[in-house]
């Protein structure tokens, strides 16, 4: 979570965070999610300064294959993609982290303004300073901001040609309502502008579950780092060592699950309360729900989105859908 209390003293005038719930909102959100009858965590809090990181090294992985077909889609239909984009007043990342994804795009698409969102701003501002060397004409307005449940922008971004950019399968993350609802938030920001998405799609759980559970063990690491960024927000006193990585497709639902599965029977506590992990008990913390284009078609018209095109990988495990507000 990010406040105004974030910025650095000296820091960079034009480096804003965005006002956040108070640290007690997290602590709230994180107490009921762990004292459900299914407990669960928000996939948000994954992403602390080591969580950042370590998801950036998963993405090298040779199952992952998201960002590997990301990239080839780009490289294969830039040209195509941006003509159906148009010009780019201002390109707001969506889940920047590294701001790897968009800087590939910039030299296409021409963005006059680049507007990367992430939580977590330390990492964030570590990608801002390497672009701002890179890039000393683009105006570069970094945002600390958690987009799950708001999508205010300040009022120096211009509301015309806006592009906001969502890689990654990140979508995915979000139950069908939440996605919709998600959606419906850009759409509104637009201003007459697009969207730019990636989006993962159905293939056979042999393909799907080691991208999830890899050999290195670091999304195993990735997950499990959850719950050290737990006991720093809430105080309670989780062992990783108690704990291990689950992932799992489920078909009915169309996702991926990532969950912590207690080794043993656990007891954790926090200030105010209590909780008794039976053995082999989980805390789910991550969905990641597959598509096929006509279902991804139709959530993006039931946003309000309009001129809607799609590009693929050459197997067809993943898809960039573009859309007009």
């Known amino acids: 979570m990010v406040s105004p209390s974030a910025l650095l003293a000296g820091a960079d005038p034009h ?12 602590q709230q959100e994180l107490r009921d999610g762990l004292l459900d009858d299914s407990a669960h965590i928000d996939p948000k809090f994954l992403y602390d300064a080591l969580g950042s990181s370590l998801f950036t090294a998963i993405t090298q992985l040779p199952e992952y294959y998201p960002t590997r077909c990301e990239a080839e889609i780009f490289e294969r239909h830039g040209q195509d993609i941006a003509r159906c984009v148009g010009p780019v007043q201002a390109m707001i990342d969506l889940g920047a982290g590294d701001c790897a994804k968009a800087e590939r795009l910039f030299a296409g698409l021409r963005p006059r303004h680049y507007v990367p969102i992430d939580i977590s701003v330390d990492y964030l501002a570590s990608a801002v300073r390497r672009l701002r060397l890179s890039y000393p004409e683009l105006r570069i307005t970094p945002i600390g901001l958690d987009f799950s449940q708001a999508l205010a922008l300040p009022a120096d971004i211009a509301p015309e040609q806006r592009l906001f950019f969502y890689p990654g399968s990140s979508i995915g993350n979000l139950d069908p309502d939440a996605a919709l609802a998600m959606l419906r938030r850009i759409r509104r920001q637009c201003a007459g502008g697009g969207l730019l998405v990636g989006v993962d799609r159905v ?123």
């Open 203 to 325: 293939k056979p759980r042999q393909v799907l579950e080691p991208a999830y559970d890899d050999a290195l063990h670091l999304t195993a690491a990735f997950n499990l780092n959850l719950l050290r960024h737990v006991n720093s927000v809430l105080g309670s006193d989780f062992d990783v060592n108690d704990w291990s990585h689950v992932a799992l497709f489920n078909s009915e639902l169309s996702r991926i699950e990532m969950h912590l599965q207690a080794r043993h029977a656990v007891t954790v506590s926090w200030p105010g309360d209590t909780r008794h992990f039976t053995a082999g008990e989980r805390i789910h913390t991550e969905n990641s729900y597959k598509f096929t284009p006509p279902a991804f078609t139709d959530l993006l018209r039931r946003a309000g989105f309009d001129a809607i095109e799609h590009w693929s990988d050459a197997r067809g495990w993943f898809s960039v859908f573009s859309a007009r507000a």
């Open 15 to 26: 480096y804003l965070a965005r006002p956040s719930p108070p640290p007690s909102a997290g």
